[in-house]
């Protein structure tokens, strides 16, 4: 069988290079036609009907992303291998979403081209196996999303055994490793993990993967990719957590004289309430209402040692609903009341 290929690209020269590279490698395969961006792409689409499209991702007017998705929902079945150069790696994120099968970095070379067009045909000979659609991968993204190490290894090991069972061939393991990282990677961008460190991630595991023929082989690799995307995530996670605490606790350093509330500390460091109730727990040791106690407590101490106000005075200042409630609470944590504690400080 021939298969019809459309290339597209803004870049003549490049469009030509492409073209020489496949015409010289006897290939079953028949350029039927060029495009200079993402709106002509879409017009020959509908006229000639390709196999398979080699895209370049960044275009004037309609770019290679949104021009996949247009292609992939009116034809399903066609591939798409998206060229995509080092600085625009996350932006080939996108595209992988959008269903391309397979993306090239630039400069691409002959050999890496080739093997990736071959790979394309593979897939289309096979279009009745189809193992990336019927394995679902939301419980593994979900795992990822909360950091849960252990529980998103489980369900990537169920994710390989299904894989296993289907005997797939090396250009299908290849690009369902493409949709398993970008997954990962996906969700642990979105859970938090910085963006730079995932990136440089991503392009080695990019590297490793063209190297990858078997199944053993590919969940070793998604392990790796686990291990270290989870990682990043739970380490930017503890940074985050110990800067928006630290937010916290001045917030209500400064306004302990008010009537605050944990909501309220909530909303200003942009966090639920019960997640900043467990991150106060974990990290102090004490639950919210306790330690703004003792920050109102140690105010007060520091004004008792200077008679210039009232008790009356001072548990108003440090935000005691009356003198009454502010001695018996004194006392409670200091084991004598304010008026014994001034006294011992003079």
């Excluded at 770019?63 to 992939?72: D, P, Y």
């Amino acid at each position: 069988m021939v298969y019809k290929v459309l290339l597209v690209d803004d870049e003549e020269l490049e469009r030509k290079v492409l073209h020489f590279t496949l015409q010289n490698e006897n290939l079953p395969i028949h350029i039927l036609g060029e495009a200079a961006n993402g709106r002509e792409a879409l017009e020959q689409v509908h006229t000639i009907r390709p196999d398979l499209i080699i895209m370049d991702i960044k275009m004037p007017g309609i770019n290679g992303i949104e021009a996949t998705k247009q292609i992939k929902a009116a034809y399903p079945t066609t591939e798409v291998i998206i060229l995509t150069a080092y600085n625009e790696f996350s932006y080939s994120q996108q595209a992988i979403k959008a269903q391309a099968s397979d993306y090239l970095l630039k400069p691409v070379k002959p050999q890496q081209l080739i093997k990736a067009v071959k790979e394309a045909l593979d897939r289309l000979a096979q279009k009745n196996f189809q193992p990336g659609p019927a394995i679902n991968l939301a419980g593994l993204e979900e795992q990822v999303k909360a950091g849960n190490l252990e529980d998103a290894k489980r369900e990537l090991s169920y994710v390989f055994q299904l894989l296993a069972s289907k005997e797939p061939s090396a250009s299908v393991i290849h690009s369902f490793g493409i949709r398993l990282m970008v997954i990962i990677v996906h969700a642990s961008l979105a859970a938090g993990a910085d963006s730079t460190e995932v990136t440089a991630l991503e392009n080695n595991m990019v590297r490793e993967l063209s190297h990858m023929s078997s199944v053993e082989g590919l969940r070793c690799w998604g392990e790796a990719i686990l291990d270290q995307c989870i990682a990043l995530l739970v380490k930017n996670r503890l940074c985050c957590d110990q800067v928006l605490l630290r937010q916290a606790l001045d917030y209500i350093k400064s306004n302990h004289a008010n009537k605050i509330t944990l909501d309220q500390v909530a909303a200003h460091v942009h966090l639920s309430p019960a997640y900043l109730s467990r991150l106060f727990n974990k990290k102090t040791g004490r639950v919210f209402t306790e330690y703004l106690t003792q920050v109102r407590l140690e105010k007060a101490k520091q004004r008792l040692r200077i008679p210039l106000e009232t008790i009356e005075q001072i548990a108003a200042a440090t935000g005691f609903s009356s003198s009454s409630y502010f001695s018996a609470v004194f006392k409670k944590y200091e084991g004598i009341t304010p008026s014994q504690y001034r006294s011992s400080q003079k």
